[in-house]
T-cell receptor, first 113, second 112 residues
Framework: SQQGEEDPQALSIQEGENATMNCSYK?????LQWYRQNSGRGLVHLIL?????REKHSGRLRVTLDTSKKSSSLLITASRAADTASYFC?????????????FGQGTELSVKP | NAGVTQTPKFRVLKTGQSMTLLCAQD?????MYWYRQDPGMGLRLIHY???????AKGEVPDGYNVSRLKKQNFLLGLESAAPSQTSVYFC???????????FGPGTRLTVL
């Protein structure tokens, strides 16, 4: 099964509400990244959190990482209709495991105006 | 800068036909990747390259070949297309391994 598993698979909220997405993984990681994909487009990098960090902010985004539970969450505050997209977590394996990114299956977020 | 570009954007093949997908990046990145995206499966790594002239297998390499003759280009080949290769293919590049990857717009391939 996939290294990263995301929850929920789909989320529908009203504009102005907060959206929280969760990602769980199985093995040790170097860092964890979140990407956004608008329909029919490529992925766009949002934020990277290293394994020795617990929380990181970027604008309306807040990411937490709990390496003891092997989980991360992405919080989007004050959501907008333009935030409607699929969101993927990606775990970066340590260099001795190839250093590759392993993507989760994604959370489909719908923000209704 | 154009970033990462992919050619073509769409393609329909018949079973057994061959084709090459081209990825080009103008950011002087060392690392390049080919992924496929299928519904409910997320992105899966097909092949990747850590520099000009080098390639390596990813998670799902069977039925695909790659070449990186120039640093800026990464080619993905299908020698004998199968319906199971119907997918959206994404190319990505990165200046440093394990860091942010920059993605192309994707190629939607249908194999009949």
């Amino acid at each position: 099964s996939q290294q990263g598993e995301e929850d929920p698979q789909a989320l529908s909220i009203q504009e102005g509400e907060n959206a929280t997405m969760n990602c769980s993984y199985k093995t040790s990681i170097n860092n964890l990244q979140w990407y956004r994909q608008n329909s029919g487009r490529g992925l766009v990098h949002l934020i990277l959190i290293r394994s020795n960090e617990r929380e990181k902010h970027s604008g309306r985004l807040r990411v937490t990482l709990d390496t003891s539970k092997k989980s991360s969450s992405l919080l989007i505050t004050a959501s907008r209709a333009a935030d409607t997209a699929s969101y993927f977590c990606a775990t970066a394996l340590p260099y001795n495991q190839g250093g590759k990114l392993i993507f989760g299956q994604g959370t489909e977020l719908s923000v209704k105006p | 800068n154009a970033g990462v570009t992919q050619t073509p954007k769409f393609r329909v093949l018949k079973t057994g036909q061959s084709m090459t997908l081209l990825c080009a990046q103008d950011m002087n990145h060392e690392y390049m990747y080919w992924y496929r995206q299928d519904p409910g499966m997320g992105l899966r790594l097909i092949h990747y390259s850590v520099g000009e002239g080098t390639t390596a297998k990813g998670e799902v390499p069977d039925g695909y070949n790659v070449s990186r003759l120039k640093k800026q280009n990464f080619l993905l080949g299908l020698e004998s297309a199968a319906p199971s290769q119907t997918s959206v293919y994404f190319c990505a590049s990165s200046p440093v391994v394990r860091n942010e990857q920059f993605f192309g717009p994707g190629t939607r391939l249908t194999v009949l």
